[in-house]
């Protein structure tokens, strides 16, 4: 970035597969946002260059000479400190630009993230795709979608093939494990519709922990 010698500029990073960006192309007359005609041209790569625009975020570099003489301002009684910031740099004439010339990295999705688990990274199968299958499917696994791929079969009824990575192995047991609510070994069982458990044993149904049922549905 340093390369650009602007004052002020930031690498375009988006939420993958969403329109969600560190930069708006447009701005409404009431300060908010406002899409530009080439917004997605941008975020999609198709038009790469340093872009004069009225609003930038997240990760910003600025030019240490230039923050040496100017002062900032965060607060309004309208906007966020953000939105404060980029409102203040546009009335006093100064660029912020924005560049795509390469793909820097990209933005997480924080709006529903969940810190009530043990492993919160498990549960973002949905809102943070990307970084989740990066973490959890194995390196493998798309060798196993193709049409000669053969599946081992060690014994009749047992398929071997890469799913899962070994982290997603790990924190799955570590999850169960920590939520702990064992049953009781016996053959009385509240869990099942007829309280009774032809075979006992000491385990957790998947059904208790449903968030991580679901992620295993989908896999």
Known sequence: LMEFNRNVIVPLLARPFK?????????????????????????????????????VG???????EWLANHVPVFYSDLFDPDMAWCQWMREQGHFMYMTN?????????PDEFSIDH???DLYEMFNNKLDWEKRYIHANYSQV??????????????YHYPSTSKRFCEELIE????????????????RLSGGYENVPTVD????????????CLCL
């Open 204 to 215: 957790i149904h998947m059904n208790q922990v449903t968030q991580i049922f679901e992620i």
């Open 118 to 120: 043990l492993h919160n």
């Open 101 to 109: 010339f390469e793909e820097y990295g990209h933005l997480t999705d």
């Open 58 to 64: 997240e990760a910003v570099l600025y030019k240490g």
């Open 175 to 190: 999850e169960v494990e920590h939520f702990g609510q064992w049953s009781g070994g016996k053959h009385q069982d509240a």
């Open 19 to 55: 329109l969600w960006s560190n930069y708006w192309g447009n701005i409404a007359r009431n300060g908010f946002y406002a899409r530009s005609r080439d917004y997605n041209e941008h975020i999609g790569y198709e038009r790469k260059g340093v872009w004069n625009v009225p609003y």
């Open 145 to 158: 979608l193709e049409d000669d791929y053969e599946i081992e079969q060690p014994c009749p009824d047992v």
